[in-house]
């Protein structure tokens, strides 16, 4: 059955560092917006920065519906699946914001991700999440699958970026500045890394 926590710690907080896949969802308030559901992955990209703050890197995409919702209302929620082991979902609902690459707290925050090369991923911004309700269910029905690797495709396409190309290459996407329903998303052009 499922229990409500009051912090990210101990088994929890171990469970969550060691999935290697969560997913995130966030919708505008409109009553008839596009709600977005995401996978997100990649080795090292996931951080949780205190006790009721979590943290992760948003990569170069075709879309920016998580930014964009984030930026009109702040809601989202992340779910971690157990493909593995004892069955457990995860879900830390709470509010959000990207941290983009000309804010000042931007490179403080990468310091929490030591183990990944994110500048060959064409990295935007960094989500920052306030957890607000922290809560496990049993997962019985989610099936055993076995993680192998993390793919390297998305490395390969944009380390040969720099931040120029970079921006134009998020200024030719219809749904990276402008999300699905016409919210403001990625500010453009991007300002480039200051680390």
Same mark, same amino acid.
């Given at each position: 059955m499922g229990k409500t926590y009051d912090r990210i710690d101990g088994?929890?907080?171990?469970?969550?560092?060691?999935?290697?896949?969560?997913?995130?969802?966030?919708?505008?308030? %409109? &009553?008839?917006?596009?709600?977005?559901? %995401?996978?997100?992955?990649?080795k090292? %990209?996931?951080?949780? *920065? +205190?006790?009721?703050?979590?943290?992760? *890197?948003?990569?170069?995409?075709?879309?920016a519906e998580t930014i964009a919702h984030l930026r009109e209302n702040?809601?989202?929620?992340?779910?971690?699946?157990?493909?593995?082991?004892?069955?457990?979902?995860?879900?830390?609902?709470?509010?959000g914001e990207p941290v983009f690459r000309d804010d000042p707290r931007f490179a403080q925050l990468l310091g929490h991700f030591p183990g990944i090369d994110w500048s060959v991923h064409g990295l935007?911004? @960094?989500?920052? @999440?306030h957890a607000e309700l922290i809560r496990d269910?049993? &997962?019985y029905a989610v099936p055993f699958m076995?993680?192998?690797?993390?793919? +390297?495709l998305h490395g390969k396409r944009?380390?040969?970026?720099?931040d120029a190309s970079? %921006?134009?290459?998020?200024?030719?996407?219809?749904?990276?500045?402008?999300s699905l329903d016409g919210l403001p998303g990625l500010p453009l052009p991007l300002p480039p890394s200051p680390v």
């Open positions: 088994r929890l907080r171990t469970f969550i560092e060691e999935q290697p896949l969560f997913f995130t969802a966030t919708a505008p308030l %409109s &009553g008839d917006g596009t709600v977005n559901l %995401s996978p997100k992955g990649l090292g %990209s996931f951080a949780v *920065l +205190d006790e009721h703050t979590v943290a992760y *890197l948003d990569f170069a995409g075709s879309n702040g809601r989202i929620t992340l779910m971690w699946c157990a493909f593995q082991g004892p069955p457990n979902i995860v879900r830390v609902h709470g509010r935007r911004a @960094v989500i920052v @999440v269910t049993c &997962g076995a993680y192998e690797q993390d793919r +390297d944009f380390a040969r970026e720099d970079l %921006s134009g290459y998020f200024a030719k996407k219809e749904h990276v500045a402008t």
